[in-house]
Structure formats: C-alpha cells, structure tokens
T-cell receptor, first 116, second 110 residues
Framework: GAGVSQSPRYKVAKRGQDVALRCDPI?????LFWYQQALGQGPEFLTYFQNEAQLDKSGLPSDRFFAERPEGSVSTLKIQRTQQEDSAVYLCASSLGAGGLRYEQYFGPGTRLTVT | DAKTTQPPSMDCAEGRAANLPCNHS???????VYWYRQIHSQGPQYIIHGLKNNETNEMASLIITEDRKSSTLILPHATLRDTAVYYCIPRRGSARQLTFGSGTQLTVLP
C-alpha cells in the first residue's frame, strides 16, 4: 500500500519568505508527527497530532513554526519569515494508534528546505 | 529518556553478520529499546524493539544484556542495501515521539 508522502521533496526559499510543507499520512493512521533533521544529525521532534488535535508542540523552535491537521488526515507545516537556520530536512511520520509502544512510526521521505 | 552511546561508524563485509552495539546504561525499567535505520535520502525505518528478552524478526535480531545496560543489533547476512545510519532509541511506554541520537553509520563493503 501507499506509504507516507511529502511534498515538495525540495524547497528553496529566500530568507524572509513563508513556506508550507505538506504531509499525506497512511490512510487511517491516527497519529502524525513532524521532525526536523539538520545535516549530519538525527531527527528532532517538532510536534504531534492525534487525529485533528495538536497534543504536543513542545519541539517547535519558535512561533514562526505552525502546524495543522484540520480534518485529521493531511497535515501542513508552515514556517513564516524563514531564516537560514531553518534549513533542514523536515520529516513526517504517522502511526496507526494513539501513541504508545504498540505502534511503530512510518516515515515519509522528507522535504529538504534550503533557505538562501 | 536514557542517553545512548553508539560508535559513529562501522564497516562490514557483504554477506557477513553486522553487529551494532549500543550502550544505554541509564535505561529505566519501563523503557524499551527500539532500533530504526535511515538509508541515505530516505526517512527512518523501524527495525525491531525489545524490553529484556532477545527478539528476532525478518530483518534483524536484538540481543539485550541481562542488566539491560547495553544491546546489540545483528543483521545476520549484510547486503549493500543495509548501508545506512542505525539508531538505538530507548523509549518509555507512555512516550509518543522518538528521541534520536547520532546513530552509527554502517557501511557494507562489497
């Protein structure tokens, strides 16, 4: 079946521009996660949704970062007034249940954002 | 969550077993050990997890020491497609997100 898809795969933005990154999770998956991965490092948690509810946004680095999942399926991560330090790969993951050990996370291929 | 120590890189000959160690000496009793891998330009992929018993699936085996302070992921017959960064991740039962470290870059050599 289809896995997690993300678009665009690559995005170049000039400093100060707004960007929107899309995630299509596996159909029926309740949980959705966003991670940020800087070059040469492991992914770092940004935010978590259970259906349409954003239950944890403790990892969002600033108020320029905003995520939504209005209908409990597709999610968008928006970054306003991009800065060079926002350059990273943004990964989306989904899992079947509402968190916990029983449900592994399935990751998309990521969106590589480069801010110039 | 417990801190982990993994070697930054390892090589393995194709067809041989790859043994990837992970130290998690501060792991608590309710933390499982998860392993994910990330092939270049792809998202991480779940491999296996365990609490205190050894586990095996179609991808790998996981050996956890009796004191649970360390574990070893074993790929029994490594192929070139197993070249990836391997992450060892202690995880509480109540935790939702994964906390990745730096991982081990495994390179399988022909």
């Amino acid at each position: 079946g289809a896995g997690v898809s993300q678009s665009p795969r690559y995005k170049v933005a000039k400093r100060g521009q707004d960007v929107a990154l899309r995630c299509d999770p596996i159909s029926g998956h309740v949980s959705l996660f966003w991670y940020q991965q800087a070059l040469g490092q492991g992914p770092e948690f940004l935010t978590y949704f259970q259906n349409e509810a954003q239950l944890d946004k403790s990892g969002l680095p600033s108020d320029r970062f905003f995520a939504e999942r209005p209908e409990g399926s597709v999610s968008t991560l928006k970054i306003q007034r991009t800065q060079q330090e926002d350059s990273a790969v943004y990964l989306c993951a989904s899992s079947l249940g509402a968190g916990g050990l029983r449900y592994e996370q399935y990751f998309g291929p990521g969106t590589r954002l480069t801010v110039t | 969550d417990a801190k982990t120590t993994q070697p930054p890189s390892m090589d393995c000959a194709e067809g041989r077993a790859a043994n990837l160690p992970c130290n998690h000496s501060t792991i608590s009793g309710n933390e499982y050990v998860y392993w994910y891998r990330q092939i270049h330009s792809q998202g991480p992929q779940y491999i296996i997890h365990g609490l205190k018993n050894n586990e095996t699936n179609e991808m790998a085996s996981l050996i956890i020491t009796e004191d649970r302070k360390s574990s070893t992921l074993i790929l029994p017959h490594a192929t070139l497609r197993d070249t990836a960064v391997y992450y060892c991740i202690p995880r509480r039962g109540s935790a939702r997100q994964l906390t990745f470290g730096s991982g081990t870059q495994l390179t399988v050599l022909p």
